[in-house]
């Protein structure tokens, strides 16, 4: 691999990529014309993303998102049990894991702040 693909891939780890700005972009001032309340809102896409077998990354985003509104983590279980009679237990259990590795990202990058601090 490249130096400058390990540098752009460190940039997405640690949100500082123009990939990850420009899916920022997209998703502004979508919960004002969602018309739901932010938790409904959160909770939504994290089912979407169970739907999608969506990657770890994604998950950090959306649960960084659910930590910071405070949603609580029963919530956040109770809406992978009622995706998955429609997404199938494999999609659940993969969820699962994406989202277990997607706090383990986020550690890895909070620590390497630290370091660099």
């Known amino acids: 691999m490249s130096a400058s693909v390990e540098e752009n891939l460190g ?3 640690e949100g500082s990529a123009p ?12 919960l004002e014309r969602s018309g739901l309340d932010e938790e409904t809102y959160i ?4 089912a979407a ?3 999608m077998d969506a990657p770890p990354i994604s998950y950090l985003l959306t ?5 910071d509104l405070g949603v ?5 279980q109770g809406t992978l049990v009622a995706v998955a009679p429609v997404v199938g237990s494999a999609r659940v259990v993969s969820a699962a894991g994406n989202a277990l590795r997607a706090l383990g990202l986020a550690e890895a990058i909070i ?7």
């Open 111 to 117: 620590e390497a702040a630290d370091v660099d601090d």
């Open 63 to 67: 649960l960084g998102a659910a930590d």
């Open 49 to 51: 993303l169970v739907a």
């Open 11 to 13: 940039g997405i780890a």
């Open 43 to 46: 909770l939504t896409r994290f």
């Open 72 to 76: 609580p983590l029963e919530r956040i």
């Open 19 to 30: 990939v990850l700005e420009t899916l920022t972009q997209m998703t502004l001032n979508t």
